[in-house]
Protein backbone atom coordinates (compact mmCIF):
# COMPACT_ATOMS: atom_id res chain seq x y z
CA UNK A 1 0.00 0.00 0.00
CA UNK A 2 1.51 3.24 -0.39
CA UNK A 3 -0.20 7.17 0.34
CA UNK A 4 -2.78 8.14 2.54
CA UNK A 5 -4.35 3.77 2.47
CA UNK A 6 -0.93 2.75 4.24
CA UNK A 7 -0.51 6.20 6.56
CA UNK A 8 -3.10 8.53 6.32
CA UNK A 9 -2.81 11.66 8.36
CA UNK A 10 -4.25 14.67 9.60
CA UNK A 11 -4.66 17.33 6.45
CA UNK A 12 -1.26 18.74 7.01
CA UNK A 13 1.84 19.61 5.02
CA UNK A 14 2.99 16.30 3.56
CA UNK A 15 0.84 13.97 2.80
CA UNK A 16 1.28 14.70 -0.72
CA UNK A 17 5.00 14.26 -0.57
CA UNK A 18 4.79 10.95 1.64
CA UNK A 19 2.46 9.29 -0.98
CA UNK A 20 5.03 10.31 -3.88
CA UNK A 21 8.29 8.99 -1.78
CA UNK A 22 6.10 5.88 -1.30
CA UNK A 23 5.55 5.09 -4.84
CA UNK A 24 9.19 6.68 -5.73
CA UNK A 25 10.55 4.09 -3.03
CA UNK A 26 7.89 0.99 -3.85
CA UNK A 27 9.17 1.57 -7.77
CA UNK A 28 13.03 1.70 -6.75
CA UNK A 29 12.41 -1.73 -4.69
CA UNK A 30 10.36 -3.59 -7.77
CA UNK A 31 13.05 -2.54 -9.98
CA UNK A 32 16.37 -3.55 -8.19
CA UNK A 33 17.82 -6.65 -8.42
CA UNK A 34 18.76 -7.09 -4.97
CA UNK A 35 15.73 -9.11 -4.31
CA UNK A 36 14.99 -12.77 -4.48
CA UNK A 37 11.35 -12.61 -4.69
CA UNK A 38 8.57 -9.38 -5.28
CA UNK A 39 7.28 -10.00 -1.39
CA UNK A 40 10.79 -9.38 -0.59
CA UNK A 41 11.19 -6.43 -2.43
CA UNK A 42 7.46 -5.20 -0.81
CA UNK A 43 8.95 -6.05 2.27
CA UNK A 44 11.96 -4.04 2.23
CA UNK A 45 9.93 -1.38 1.01
CA UNK A 46 7.41 -1.19 3.63
CA UNK A 47 9.62 -1.12 6.41
CA UNK A 48 11.31 1.81 5.29
CA UNK A 49 7.70 3.46 4.44
CA UNK A 50 6.20 2.71 7.87
CA UNK A 51 9.94 4.14 9.65
CA UNK A 52 9.78 7.27 7.38
CA UNK A 53 6.05 8.02 7.75
CA UNK A 54 5.32 7.10 11.53
CA UNK A 55 7.56 9.94 12.47
CA UNK A 56 5.82 12.58 9.91
CA UNK A 57 2.40 11.18 11.01
CA UNK A 58 3.32 11.78 15.18
CA UNK A 59 3.89 15.61 13.92
CA UNK A 60 0.79 15.85 11.86
CA UNK A 61 -0.85 14.61 15.12
CA UNK A 62 0.86 17.25 17.19
CA UNK A 63 -0.30 20.07 14.65
CA UNK A 64 -3.52 19.44 15.02
CA UNK A 65 -3.64 19.27 18.59
CA UNK A 66 -2.12 22.48 18.87
CA UNK A 67 -4.86 23.45 16.46
CA UNK A 68 -7.76 22.31 18.51
CA UNK A 69 -5.65 23.66 21.67
CA UNK A 70 -7.75 26.27 23.79
CA UNK A 71 -4.34 29.03 22.75
CA UNK A 72 -4.16 27.80 19.46
CA UNK A 73 -3.78 31.16 18.27
CA UNK A 74 -0.34 31.43 20.19
CA UNK A 75 0.41 27.61 18.93
CA UNK A 76 -0.06 28.82 15.68
CA UNK A 77 2.25 31.93 15.40
CA UNK A 78 4.88 29.94 17.67
CA UNK A 79 4.66 27.12 15.35
CA UNK A 80 5.73 29.38 12.32
CA UNK A 81 8.42 31.02 14.12
CA UNK A 82 11.70 30.89 11.99
CA UNK A 83 13.56 28.74 14.64
CA UNK A 84 11.10 26.30 15.35
CA UNK A 85 10.04 25.91 11.67
CA UNK A 86 13.06 25.12 10.10
CA UNK A 87 13.58 22.68 13.34
CA UNK A 88 11.10 20.72 12.17
CA UNK A 89 11.78 21.04 8.16
CA UNK A 90 15.33 19.79 9.19
CA UNK A 91 13.72 16.95 11.24
CA UNK A 92 11.75 16.27 7.99
CA UNK A 93 14.76 16.21 5.37
CA UNK A 94 15.53 12.96 4.04
CA UNK A 95 18.58 13.67 2.94
CA UNK A 96 19.36 15.37 6.75
CA UNK A 97 18.48 12.33 8.60
C1 LIG B 1 -8.29 19.43 3.38
C2 LIG B 1 -6.97 18.76 3.07
C3 LIG B 1 -5.82 19.52 2.94
C4 LIG B 1 -4.60 18.93 2.64
N1 LIG B 1 -3.49 19.71 2.51
C5 LIG B 1 -2.32 19.17 2.16
C6 LIG B 1 -1.17 19.98 1.93
O1 LIG B 1 -1.20 21.20 2.03
N2 LIG B 1 -0.01 19.35 1.61
C7 LIG B 1 0.09 18.00 1.48
O2 LIG B 1 1.17 17.49 1.16
N3 LIG B 1 -0.99 17.20 1.68
C8 LIG B 1 -2.19 17.74 2.01
N4 LIG B 1 -3.29 16.95 2.22
C9 LIG B 1 -3.14 15.49 2.16
C10 LIG B 1 -3.10 14.98 0.71
O3 LIG B 1 -4.23 15.43 0.00
C11 LIG B 1 -3.09 13.44 0.74
O4 LIG B 1 -2.08 12.98 1.63
C12 LIG B 1 -2.81 12.87 -0.65
O5 LIG B 1 -3.81 13.31 -1.56
C13 LIG B 1 -2.79 11.35 -0.59
O6 LIG B 1 -2.68 10.86 -1.91
P1 LIG B 1 -3.21 9.41 -2.22
O7 LIG B 1 -2.93 9.20 -3.69
O8 LIG B 1 -2.65 8.44 -1.25
O9 LIG B 1 -4.79 9.42 -1.93
P2 LIG B 1 -5.93 10.28 -2.65
O10 LIG B 1 -5.40 11.57 -3.17
O11 LIG B 1 -7.07 10.28 -1.66
O12 LIG B 1 -6.29 9.41 -3.92
C14 LIG B 1 -7.06 8.23 -3.79
C15 LIG B 1 -7.92 8.13 -5.04
O13 LIG B 1 -8.54 6.83 -5.07
C16 LIG B 1 -9.88 7.00 -5.45
N5 LIG B 1 -10.62 5.84 -4.95
C17 LIG B 1 -11.03 5.59 -3.68
N6 LIG B 1 -11.68 4.42 -3.61
C18 LIG B 1 -11.66 3.90 -4.87
C19 LIG B 1 -12.18 2.71 -5.44
N7 LIG B 1 -12.82 1.80 -4.72
N8 LIG B 1 -11.97 2.50 -6.74
C20 LIG B 1 -11.29 3.42 -7.52
N9 LIG B 1 -10.79 4.57 -7.01
C21 LIG B 1 -10.98 4.81 -5.71
C22 LIG B 1 -10.32 8.32 -4.84
O14 LIG B 1 -11.43 8.86 -5.52
C23 LIG B 1 -9.06 9.16 -5.07
O15 LIG B 1 -9.05 9.81 -6.32
C24 LIG B 1 -4.53 17.52 2.50
C25 LIG B 1 -5.69 16.74 2.64
C26 LIG B 1 -6.90 17.36 2.92
C27 LIG B 1 -8.16 16.49 3.06
Redesign the pocket.
Known sequence: M????AH??P?????????MLDALELSQALCANNFLTIEDAISSYEKNMLARTSKVTAEALQLVEAMLAENNLQEMVDFFKPERYAMSRQNNCIECN
Open positions: IGDAQTPSRDGVNQA
